[in-house]
């Protein structure tokens, strides 16, 4: 049957197929729009099936800051080619923006997201069929907070968002934590935000190396509590060197801002670490 070139543009708009793709699925469905809608989304089922061992470890990270609220959101893909396709990237950024306009707080919720009628997880598999790679959302978060700045590593493998415990935070300032986040990748905004596994594992390596360079046993805990306490200041947000003045800490910063100015939340996700 003929199927004209007005119906084959339509396909593609609504789907983001490639021409011919859209027009064999037009033919195959004998002109139905919505059966060759159908049959594209089956054809990324069956690629996302066939492809589903396969390693998607490169793709695209984003942040972005709505209001109050700043969340991150990663789309993989098996290769930088597809990454850095600028289509590619919107995509990820207009699933971005629709999570951040919903409820959802982590990744299971943004996959149930609808966007244009369908999931993002169901956008997300007609878009494998469309490109030929494996596709998944790989991370979604987000952090709510007087002040929120998100900060996007050039290349797009790396994004961080911070909160602030206070409004109208000035921008540099902001942008400056974020970048520090990116740099040196804390692992809590503070010491007493570090989990008490993550504290013990510690003293028992600081222990374990100090035992090993035979250091008396008795003094084991006194020693491995002085490892601790520089863990702390290499590891938290608020007690590292700020890599642009290291003669101050980020706490010290912040307060030669504002005194009460402090950092409530942050979150940081990197393709490359």
Not at 93 to 109: F, S, W
Not at 140 to 148: F, K, M, P, S
Not at 157 to 174: E, I, M, S, Y
Request: some cysteine; proline content about 1%; aromatic content about 4%.
């Amino acid at each position: 049957m003929s199927i004209s070139a007005a119906e084959v543009m339509k396909l593609r708009k609504a789907t983001g197929a490639g021409m011919m793709d859209c027009k064999k699925a037009l033919a195959d469905a004998n002109g139905d729009f919505d059966g060759a809608i159908q049959i594209i989304r089956e054809k990324g089922k069956a690629i996302a099936n066939k492809r589903a061992d396969r390693d998607a470890s490169e793709g695209v990270v984003l942040g972005k800051v709505a209001g109050k609220k700043a969340g991150v959101l990663v789309l993989n893909c098996e290769t930088d080619f597809v990454a850095k396709n600028q289509g590619f990237v919107d995509l990820t950024e207009k699933m971005l923006d629709t999570a951040l306009a919903t409820d959802a707080t982590n990744l299971d919720e943004a996959k149930k997201v609808v966007m244009d009628g369908r999931t993002l997880e169901e956008h997300v598999t007609e878009q494998t069929g469309i490109i030929g790679e494996k596709l998944q959302l790989g991370h979604y978060a987000t952090i709510d907070a007087e002040t929120v700045v998100a900060y996007i590593h050039p290349g797009n493998k790396l994004a961080t968002l911070v909160g602030f415990n206070l409004a109208d935070v000035d921008a540099q300032v902001a942008k400056d934590v974020a970048m520090q986040v990116a740099a040196m990748s804390p692992i809590a905004v503070d010491k007493d935000n570090v989990s008490a596994e993550v504290v013990e594992k510690e003293l028992e390596i600081a222990k374990e190396k100090f035992r090993q360079e035979g250091k008396p046993e008795e003094m084991l805990d006194k020693i491995a509590q002085g490892a601790l306490n520089k863990f702390f200041k290499e590891s938290t947000l608020l007690n590292q060197d700020f890599v642009k003045d290291n003669k101050q800490t980020i706490r010290q910063y912040l307060q030669s801002v504002n005194k009460e100015l402090t950092v409530t939340a942050f979150e940081r996700y990197s393709l490359t670490d």
